[in-house]
């Protein structure tokens, strides 16, 4: 797998590598299952089943990621943060911060379009109880590191969504960058800032989660704040 992203010549090779990628097996196991057994409100539909590809425009200044893919979400859709409710959260505030063209996200082919931004997850299959373990991240990691390697020249910033997505920055800013993370590495928090010299900075943001947006921990407010440092920060009118 390793071999198979460094030789992604461009995004579009990348996600079609990262789609036909059967590296870990419990997390095959699980996508395939969820995808033959569906959830009761959508047993009519076909679910993609399998890892999710990054998201967004190629010349990216702010780049935003995440944990991976909703069994019902990304694993039904093909498409990261489609078709569920922390989806509905992450685009309404990116079309209020004018980064997306529209502010819903249900299905691929629904004519969403971002600005400035590409999204994508730090593990790209859906895991049981939305947790992967670190084995599965760091088996993940090629994607992740190629596929920041390929929008390199443009990237400002990375908004890391939750604690998982600001650890898994820290190897992807020694692999593709070349730059040794702090240490101490800085705690995640939501607002957390941390930046360097020669890499893109860093900006914590708390997940998208239902757990978060439905207990208030994580409100539209919040939300509108960190896009504005993000915009900020990459230079994005």
Not at 123 to 143: G, H, I, L, M, Y
Request: aromatic share 8%; with cysteine.
């Amino acid at each position: 797998m390793v071999a198979r992203a460094a030789r992604a010549t461009d995004l579009v090779d990348l996600d079609g590598a990262v789609a036909d990628c059967f590296a870990c097996q419990r997390l095959v196991a699980w996508r395939e299952e969820v995808a033959r057994t569906r959830r009761a409100a959508f047993r009519d539909q076909t679910y993609w089943g399998r890892p999710v590809p990054g998201f967004g425009v190629a010349d990216a200044r702010i780049g935003i990621l995440g944990l991976a893919p909703a069994a019902h979400g990304g694993n039904r859709t093909g498409r990261i943060f489609t078709g569920d409710r922390s989806g509905d959260v992450l685009f309404a505030a990116l079309h209020r911060a004018g980064l997306a063209n529209q502010p819903t996200s249900v299905a691929a082919d629904d004519g969403l379009a971002l600005r400035d931004t590409r999204i994508f997850a730090a593990v790209r299959c859906a895991p049981p109880d939305n947790k992967p373990t670190p084995a599965e991240r760091d088996t993940c990691a090629p994607w992740l590191r190629r596929e920041v390697a390929l929008i390199r020249p443009t990237l400002r910033i990375v908004v890391a969504l939750g604690a998982f997505a600001w650890a898994a920055w820290w190897p992807t800013l020694r692999e593709v960058y070349g730059v040794r993370p702090p240490s101490p590495r800085p705690a995640f928090g939501h607002g957390a800032h941390w930046s360097g010299t020669a890499a893109p900075a860093l900006l914590g943001c708390y997940h998208v989660s239902q757990q978060n947006t439905f207990t208030g921990r994580l409100t539209p407010g919040m939300l509108d704040d960190v896009f504005a440092r993000a915009k900020q920060l990459a230079g994005v009118d």
